[in-house]
C-alpha cells in the first residue's frame, strides 16, 4: 500500500507542478501575441515605465499648455546607416535609447510632474532629456569614425543629444586596437571605456529599437519564441495530462491487494496443473 501512497503522492505534486506551469505558458503566449500583433501595426514594445511616463506628461502638460506638441521616444527619431552598427549602438545606449524628449520651455514642468509621481505609479529609469541645456553646455564636434556618424535623423535636438553621447565612441573593427582610444566599441559589442574593457550583455541588443528595421527584426524573434513556446505548451500539457490521470486513481486497501494477489498466484498455478494433468 505503500508503494501507491507513494505513487499516488508524486503524481498529485506533479499534477500541480505542471498545472502552474501550464498556467505560466499560457499567459507568456498571450503576452506574446499581444506583441506580435502590435508589432504588425508598426507598434514597438517600449517598457510599460516609459509609455506610462509619456502618456502622463503628455496629458498633464497639455492642462498647462493647451497647444499641439509631442513627447518624442530617442529611438523613434532616429536610423542607424550599417546594420555592422545596431548592435553595439543598441547596446551602448541601453536605457538611453528610451529616453524622452519634452518641448524645451517645458521641460522643469515635465521634471517636476514627474517626480511627484514617481512612487506612485512606480516610475524609475525614465529620463527626460534637457536639451535647452544641452545646447547651451556642450559644444563639441563628433570624433571621426565616432558611432554618431552612423546615426541618420532630421530633428536637430535628437542630432545635438545623439552627437553628445555617441561623438566620442570610435568605431573599431579590431578588439586589439580597442585600447589605443578612449573609448571604443567593436561591432561585436566589445567595449573599452574609462580604462577597462568589457563584453556589453546581448540582452541589451537582443530585440533593437532604432530604426524602422528593428520593427521587422522584432517580429520575426517573437514569431520564433510564440513558435517554440507553443511546443513546450503542447509537451507540457502531456505531462500534465498523465500525470492528472495517475492522481485520479484511487489507492487499493489491503484487501483489493491480497485479491489481486490470489489471481496472479493462481494463473501462475494453472500452466503448472496442465503439466500434471497430461
Not at 74 to 101: H, R, S, T, V
Amino acid at each position: 500500500v505503500k508503494d501507491f501512497e507513494d505513487l499516488h503522492r508524486i503524481a498529485e505534486q506533479q499534477s500541480l507542478t505542471y498545472a502552474q506551469h501550464l498556467q505560466s505558458y499560457k499567459e507568456e503566449k498571450t503576452n506574446l501575441e499581444e506583441t506580435i500583433n502590435k508589432l504588425e501595426q508598426g507598434i514597438k514594445p517600449f517598457p510599460d515605465y516609459v509609455i506610462k511616463l509619456q502618456q502622463l506628461l503628455t496629458d498633464e502638460l497639455f492642462k498647462l499648455y493647451p497647444t499641439n506638441f509631442q513627447i518624442k521616444i530617442l529611438a523613434d527619431c532616429m536610423e542607424i546607416k550599417d546594420p555592422k552598427w545596431q548592435n553595439a549602438i543598441e547596446g551602448y545606449l541601453d536605457k538611453q535609447k528610451f529616453y524622452l524628449l519634452v518641448p524645451q520651455d517645458y521641460y522643469a514642468d515635465a521634471l517636476r510632474i514627474y517626480n511627484q509621481v514617481k512612487k506612485e505609479m512606480k516610475i524609475y529609469d525614465a529620463g527626460l532629456v534637457d536639451i535647452k541645456k544641452l545646447g547651451k553646455e556642450y559644444h563639441n564636434t563628433p570624433l571621426d569614425n565616432s558611432l554618431a556618424e552612423e546615426i541618420e535623423t532630421n530633428d536637430q535636438e535628437v542630432r545635438l543629444y545623439i552627437d553628445y553621447l555617441l561623438g566620442q565612441v570610435i568605431k573599431c573593427e579590431d578588439v586589439k586596437l580597442l585600447n589605443t582610444y578612449k573609448t571604443a566599441i567593436t561591432p561585436e559589442g566589445m567595449l573599452y571605456k574609462n580604462y577597462v574593457g568589457r563584453k556589453i550583455n546581448p540582452i541589451r541588443y537582443l530585440n533593437p529599437f532604432i530604426g524602422r528595421h528593428s520593427t521587422e527584426i522584432q517580429l520575426a524573434n517573437n514569431r520564433k519564441d510564440l513558435a517554440n513556446l507553443s511546443k513546450t505548451l503542447e509537451e507540457t500539457d502531456k505531462l500534465y495530462n498523465q500525470y492528472r490521470v495517475l492522481a485520479s486513481y484511487s489507492i487499493p486497501n489491503q484487501n483489493e491487494i491480497n485479491n489481486h494477489q490470489e489471481r496472479i498466484q493462481q494463473y501462475i498455478t494453472v500452466p503448472s496443473l496442465e503439466e500434471e494433468l497430461a
